[in-house]
């Protein structure tokens, strides 16, 4: 099994190219599902979750074909994925497949619009929280669909096509505006979706239906207008930068009190971590290539923050927060709203040496000036990230096992790290 093994103590300096956004190529491959002609994604990340979802796409019977960098190309442009649903061969997602991975669930919304009929296992436990999917399921039945359970499968079915509707989440869900966005855009007539998800994500979804023909307005606000087509076509469309990858290395340059420029990020959707970091006395500017990180010399200040929708500040960034302020001179509080068990990485980090005590939703952090390796292992991908920025700034070698979580979701970390001065490399233990 791979492990990374981390040296910590040198500076970052230099460039780091930002990947395309995990969270905007799955939905965006999922799209795919809706036409019978070709779906051209460029900028695709080359991550175990995007391999995952090709696979249970194929099994619904998408062929995918995936040309990699051209010679001259930034090494940063990720793949050119090609999507072709001619025909739906399947229109269940089974177990073994779903519970794999979450974002897979996405597929039922498509699937109904475009056969009338979906069967979709539901996608169990998660190492986060609950995670439940009442709010997909809410979107879907008000679009007309009839919904049962049955042995632990979503079975939805609208024989006679879905039909557009005034949907008010009663709470923020990515996954549930994806879902029905994904659903509303063939069905029969005027959907509106009120209390959105807004994150980037999202409108990157929606620029690439419209792409496809679909009718959508208020991207980026919190209510979508979908008006429904008959049928969708084809289109290229490139996958938005990764806010999560960018903010994860700014906050790996200001553990290190170095500089980076993270090439391709994008700056004006990263501004509540921009003011985070500017609190804590970390520099991040937007430049016209992407954003630069700075932290020269001074302590880091300690700083509160709780996770919140976007634009508020990313759950998917909150373990790398909390390992950033091990190191602040003074008290950081770090509240999680969106998760309700997202703290898996504070016993990790305290095998480090950190000083984190939780109560509730809320961990406490009491910056400590030495943290020193040891072997840590994670259980999701943000909190596996986090203890590499841990591991950075950490006395000694550190080893984090489990590393098929980093690659589910972080493109070439070691490369990218190394190629700024981490001493850092994949090993196989
Ligand atoms: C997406 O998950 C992301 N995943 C997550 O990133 C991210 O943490 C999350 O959004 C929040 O930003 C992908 O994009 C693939 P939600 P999603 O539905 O859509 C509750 C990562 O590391 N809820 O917005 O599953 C839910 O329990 C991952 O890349 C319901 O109550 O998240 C949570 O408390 C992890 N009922 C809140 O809403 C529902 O039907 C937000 O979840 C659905 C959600």
Known sequence: MDAIRIRGGNRLEGEIPISG??????????????????????????????????????????????????AGEHSGRGSVMTLHAETIADTTAPYELVSRMRASFWVLGPLLARCGEA????????????????????????????IDVEAGYVVARAPSGLKGAHIAFPKVSVGATHNVLLAAVLANGETIIENAAREPEVGDLAECLIAMGGRIEGIGSSRLVVQGVASLHGATHAVLPDRIEAG??????????????????????????????????????VTNTGLSVTRNGGKLRPVSVETSPYPGFATDLQAQLMALMTQADGISKITETIFENRFMHVQELVRLGANIALDGDTATVTGTDRLAGAQVMATDLRASVSLVIAALAAEGETVINRVYHLDRGFENIENKLGRCGADIERISI
């Open 21 to 70: 956004a995990k969270n905007a190529a799955l939905p965006l491959m999922i799209a795919s599902l809706l036409t019978k002609d070709r779906l051209v994604l460029e900028n695709v990340p080359r991550l175990a979750d995007v391999n995952m979802l090709g696979r249970i796409l194929g099994n619904h019977g998408v062929d995918m074909a995936i040309r990699g960098k051209r």
């Open 119 to 146: 069967r979709v296992s539901m996608p169990g436990g998660c190492a986060i929280g609950t995670r439940p999917v009442d709010l997909h399921l809410m979107g879907l039945e008000a679009l007309g669909a009839k």
């Open 248 to 285: 994860t290395y700014a906050m790996a340059a200001a553990m290190t009190g170095g500089s980076v420029d993270l090439v391709g990020a994008r700056g004006d959707q990263l501004e509540a971590l921009i003011e985070v970091l500017g609190r804590a006395g970390v520099e991040a500017t």
